[in-house]
């Protein structure tokens, strides 16, 4: 089992900058694959970014390429979401994901189906 729980969403200005954390208790993560995904009212859970185990690869989300950065910490078990110039359109219930069929892969998992674990999620509101 593993436990996951994000925290650092809150309300920012359009422009801001906030970094979500991802706390994981019951195992390692060092081994998996992290998701982060995020959800707005009325609209499907979509894929925002993803690190392979070591945290030495990343793949994003062409809406939030160049703005987030997915990062971890293995010794802390624990994954960040670094978000800058935050905009409306990110305003949504952000969660953290953990893949733990992805073993040591180099693989890059984009689509929810690809994980297991989830957190209870954190929400972000930017205002314009």
């Known amino acids: 089992q593993v436990q996951l729980v994000e925290s650092g969403g809150g309300l920012v200005q359009a422009g801001g900058s906030l970094r979500l954390s991802c706390a994981a208790s019951g195992r390692t993560i060092s081994r998996y694959a992290m998701g982060w995904f995020r959800q707005a009212p009325g609209k499907e859970r979509e894929f925002v970014a993803t690190i392979i185990w070591s945290g030495l690869s990343q793949y994003y989300a062409d809406s939030v390429k160049g703005r987030f950065t997915i990062s971890r910490d293995n010794s802390k078990n624990t994954v960040y979401l670094q978000m800058n110039n935050l905009k409306p359109e990110d305003t949504a219930v952000y969660y953290c994901?953990?893949?733990?069929?992805?073993?040591?892969?180099?693989?890059?998992?984009?689509?929810?189906?690809?994980?297991?674990?989830w957190g209870q999620g954190t929400q972000v509101t930017v205002s314009a």
């Open positions: 994901a953990a893949n733990t069929g992805s073993l040591y892969s180099s693989r890059y998992y984009y689509t929810g189906a690809d994980y297991d674990y």
